[in-house]
């Protein structure tokens, strides 16, 4: 088998393989790590690469598969984490040169989690400044290009989580997600990513009670995000929504659920947004793709959803101001202009608005809740309603923090890709929502029927991203 075979080989099958002794988890990880040199060169993925630590633990899994010790559902795969997560003893610096000397001292709650259950972590993955917007250029660790085409940003927040999967750097990833930034770059880089419900996944932020940033899963297939949600799910006593929330058991043998008696609910414009034409267009074929295969979709069109991103911006911006705003006297001049933009916006903002826009949000929710049942009156977490949208629209499902997930649809002209929702154009993606495995599964299985020869369901030699035969075109932008 050859190392482009392993580095593309779906999360499932390689934790299978690895158990059955098919595959050592030393080749993998060594395949893997090859792959990451390779590609960090033009695409810069890492804030920083683990490659030492991931073949000594690649090595201690072959030494337990060997000697019979139990095994967990990720034992030898290949993950990347985000910046913005802790992983004990490595920097953590949050994209910011402020933060570079900040090491973590204990793995957050998820990174213990899929450590636990056998993955093997290979490095730190790339991101704009503290998270803060959907294209990845970090003042401390610079420029991620998206592999599809290098003119291009692979979308944010979790751009270096998203660019390294598309090249087949490690086939599952822990990205994070306030505004879109798992939804973003897995649209534009056509992959599975999800933002659960509040509660789903435990979360370790500084407001506990007011949080719409969540941790989440980024995969290449469907699947593989239904699996790492698996481990990374369940409660936790520092996350008070967590507490309560089951663990999830899925069976990856059973059958995917297909199109037939899906409810979608398609919101092509948001008020006064407008998706762009050839999203429209393709979004829109999608759409009736699943329709024609017996799914039951509803255009819905209501101005409940006219002002979300100001409701947002608020919320963001006071965050923003509250937690880092004391940085700017000192590093200013190494800070990310769009996010002193923030601040700034974060200062004008009185106690009063931010109390009314967290009023807002619940307005929001119950109008949101209504029309969704509206779409499905029997509606639950297994059958919760798919919507595509552009990245702006997506921000009502942010502020009333309730599941959504990305999942890709087709290529533009220029082989840019198109999500669920929309094109990115230095601005990015679209998303269907959704929560339990099944759901996501079930979704990616009809869109894969609407798209029959997507790639990154199925993906080829002749269908990955065009850096395989643009090796001309990386020298010159390098």
């Known amino acids: 088998m050859s190392d482009t075979e392993l580095c593309f080989m779906p999360a499932t099958e390689l934790a299978r393989r690895i158990a059955t002794r098919e595959l050592s988890p030393v080749t993998v990880v060594d395949a893997v790590i090859a792959q990451a040199e390779t590609m ?29 010790a139990p095994l ?18 490595l920097r953590w610096a949050n994209g910011s040169a402020a933060f570079m000397d900040n090491v973590a001292v204990e793995d957050a709650a998820v990174v213990a989690r ?3 259950a056998g993955a093997i972590i290979i490095g730190k993955t790339n991101l704009p400044e503290f998270a803060h917007k959907v294209l990845t250029d970090s003042p401390a660790f610079g420029v991620t290009r998206s592999p599809w085409s290098l003119d291009h940003t692979p979308g944010g927040s979790s751009g270096g989580a998203s ?33 659960a419900t509040l509660g ?14 969540f941790v989440g899963p980024m995969a290449r297939r ?15 006593p520092a996350d008070p929504y967590s507490i309560g929330a089951p663990s999830l058991a899925i069976d990856l043998a059973s ?18 947004y407008r998706t762009a034409p050839e999203v429209a267009r393709l979004t829109g074929a999608a759409v009736r793709g699943l329709e024609a295969q017996g799914a039951v979709v509803e255009e819905l069109h209501d101005p409940c959803f006219d002002d979300v991103f100001d409701i947002y911006t608020v919320i963001a911006s006071s965050a923003h101001m509250a937690r880092y705003g004391g940085l700017v006297e000192r590093w200013g001049e190494r800070m990310t202009p769009s996010f002193l933009d923030s601040v700034a916006k974060g200062k004008k903002w009185s106690v009063v608005d931010v109390i009314r826009a967290n009023d807002q949000c619940t307005r929001l929710f119950r109008a949101a809740s209504v029309r969704a049942l509206r779409c499905d009156r029997d509606a639950d977490d297994d059958r919760a309603a ?19 997930a990305a999942l890709p649809v087709q290529l533009d002209r220029a082989s840019c890709d198109v999500g669920a929702g929309r094109l990115y154009r230095r601005r990015s993606a679209g998303r269907a929502s959704a929560d339990r495995p099944v759901v996501c599964r079930g979704a990616a299985t009809a869109y894969r029927r609407a798209a029959r020869n997507h790639r990154t369901l199925a993906p080829t030699a002749s269908t990955r991203p065009s850096i395989y035969v643009m090796s001309s075109r990386m020298q010159a932008l390098k």
């Open 40 to 68: 960090d060169r033009t695409l810069n993925l890492f804030a920083e690469p683990t490659f030492d630590q991931a073949r000594e633990a690649a090595r201690a899994a072959e030494a337990a598969i060997m000697t019979g």
């Open 386 to 404: 798919k919507t595509a949208r552009r990245r702006r629209f997506d921000r009502d499902r942010d502020v009333r923090r309730v599941g959504r």
């Open 114 to 116: 899929v450590k636990a």
């Open 255 to 272: 059958p995917e659920r297909a199109a037939p008696g899906l409810k979608i609910g398609w919101i092509e414009h948001f008020g006064r």
């Open 200 to 213: 789903r996944i435990p979360q370790e932020a500084p407001d506990g009670f007011a949080n719409y940033f």
């Open 163 to 195: 660019a390294a999967l598309a090249v087949g750097v490690a086939p599952i990833a822990i990205g994070t997600d306030g505004g879109g930034s798992i939804r973003c770059p897995s649209s534009c880089c056509g992959l599975a990513g999800l933002k």
């Open 222 to 236: 469907a699947q593989d995000v239904a699996l790492l949600l698996s481990v990374m799910a369940g409660p936790l």
């Open 72 to 89: 967990g559902s990720l034992h030898g795969v290949p993950i990347t984490v985000k910046d913005n997560v802790a992983v004990a003893g």
